[in-house]
């Protein structure tokens, strides 16, 4: 077990510091537009959760090249590895442009089915039309993670997910203050970083390439093979995104106030959520590898330890953020009303991290076992299982109803501005659906998946 342990931190440490990096990006931009004002931190949050939607349906660049690339290599085929991380990378860039393209005439389209208010969708719109030219670089930089994880390097990644934000909060407190560009500066900033870390990840492939005499070209055969392999996993990320932006428009119907307070809380969670993923990408790792070298005890053996790990990291995290609620709210915005909103959905949040951090580190197991399309079946399963309870809050704290009744509109509506109809209790409950019915529900799910063994098979996959 000591091994073990040792395995899963060797990988896990620097994934964490990669994983803490990337969600700082989001962070950074909504701590300095943030002290702009409400609207423009309502407008980031919109913008945040469609760009995020993307490069989240995406994520299979990295989840689908890590176990082909780490089963590779447990069964001694260290080119074809290297060369299906090189497919990835093709196909990555070829989607970002895409997606790019198509998404610049309809960016205030998107954004103005979030229903909230104008002066929030145009500034919404700008920052989302201009990040659009960063996401082929940033799909790029996904997919490049996903090879190295599966080479068993996660060191690499933190050192340029570091750099990378680094650069980005330089840029964007440059460009947001010292030239006066508000919300448009903070795009500029973060694509220039999101574009600087993709070359240098281009770089590393190329000399990755280059030593076991690889092809850099684009196959056929392996960009539309990684496209396939992604496909239920792209079924599986659309479930998680489609309860996150539900979540967000029912947030939004609460009143930009409530937007604002949700978008900071939502953000928090992420950066935990990458927290916990750390195990995870070791989970895909050391699964994939173990698998692909037919080590069935081992598999087991990690995932039995990566389990204990996720739980203890689960309730290590709720206690801190229950410790720091209080002090969060002034950190992201200068409202009183958003700052107390954050604080009641941050105690909120606490109480469920653990089993988030259980839910998390199977899902990572189970992704790097090559289980997509349980992950993708289930994932509807967990997302008509969630549909019920947001409408339950969506319905009782509507505009002129039941969040009046119990008493916390009244003391916002008296301090904060005259948009804050869901309140506090509002926001705490909707949290409590998803942090506990939502999470709940794929804890369900993936723990019966994993007490069973029809998700090991072993072999490195077809060329």
């Not at 089915?113 to 201009?130: D, K, M, P, Q, R």
Request: glycine share 14%; aromatic share 8%.
């Amino acid at each position: 077990m000591l091994t073990i342990d040792r395995d899963i931190l060797r990988l896990a440490v620097p994934a964490l510091g990669a994983l803490v990096a990337e969600p700082l990006f989001l962070l950074t931009d909504t701590a300095l537009v943030g002290h702009l004002g409400e609207t423009p931190l309502a407008a980031l949050g919109v913008a945040g959760a469609v760009l995020q939607t993307v490069v989240g349906l995406l994520i299979f660049l990295a989840y689908a090249t890590t176990p082909a690339v780490a089963r590779r290599l447990g069964a001694g085929d260290a080119p074809g590895a290297i060369k299906a991380g090189i497919d990835g990378m093709w196909l990555a860039l070829g989607a970002g442009v895409v997606l790019a393209f198509l998404g610049w005439p309809l960016a205030g389209s998107v954004v103005r089915l979030f229903g909230s208010t104008a002066a929030v969708s145009e500034a919404a719109t700008t920052y989302l039309t201009i990040s659009l030219i960063g996401l082929p670089g940033m799909l790029v930089v996904i997919a490049a993670t996903g090879l190295l994880r599966g080479l068993q390097d996660t060191r690499t990644p933190l050192v340029v997910a570091v750099g990378g934000f680094a650069v980005n909060a330089m840029l964007n407190a440059l460009f947001i203050y010292g030239f006066g560009w508000g919300i448009a500066g903070s795009a500029i900033g973060t694509v220039l970083a999101q574009w600087g870390m993709a070359a240098v990840y281009v770089v590393i492939a190329v000399r990755a390439a280059r030593r076991v005499a690889v092809s850099l070209r684009p196959g056929l055969d392996g960009v539309g093979g990684a496209a396939m392999a992604g496909g239920w996993l792209l079924l599986r990320t659309a479930s998680l995104r489609a309860a996150l932006l539900a979540s967000i428009a029912v947030a939004a119907g609460f009143g930009v106030t409530s937007l604002a307070a949700f978008q900071i809380a939502m953000t928090i969670f992420t950066t935990l959520a990458f927290v916990l993923d750390a195990l995870a990408i070791a989970g895909q790792a050391m699964v994939g590898h173990g698998l692909g070298a037919a080590d069935v005890d081992r598999v087991h053996a990690v995932t039995r330890r990566l389990v204990r790990w996720g739980l203890l990291s689960g309730v290590v995290l709720g206690a801190l953020v229950a410790v720091l609620a209080p002090f969060a709210g002034p950190v992201f915005s200068s409202s009183a009303s958003v700052q107390q909103a954050v604080t009641a959905v941050l105690l909120a949040m606490a109480v469920g991290v653990p089993l988030a951090g259980y839910v998390f580190v199977l899902d990572g197991v189970l992704i790097g076992a090559g289980d997509a399309r349980y992950l993708a079946l289930t994932g509807l399963v967990n997302l008509a299982m969630y549909a019920p309870l947001l409408a339950a809050v969506a319905v009782v704290f509507t505009r002129g109803g039941g969040a009046d009744a119990v008493g916390t509109a009244d003391a916002l509506s008296s301090a904060g501005p005259p948009d804050a109809i869901g309140g506090v209790a509002a926001l705490v409950w909707l949290w409590l659906a998803f942090g506990l019915g939502y999470i709940g529900a794929r804890a369900l799910t993936l723990g019966l998946r994993a007490r069973g063994s029809r998700w090991i098979v072993t072999g490195a996959p077809a060329a």
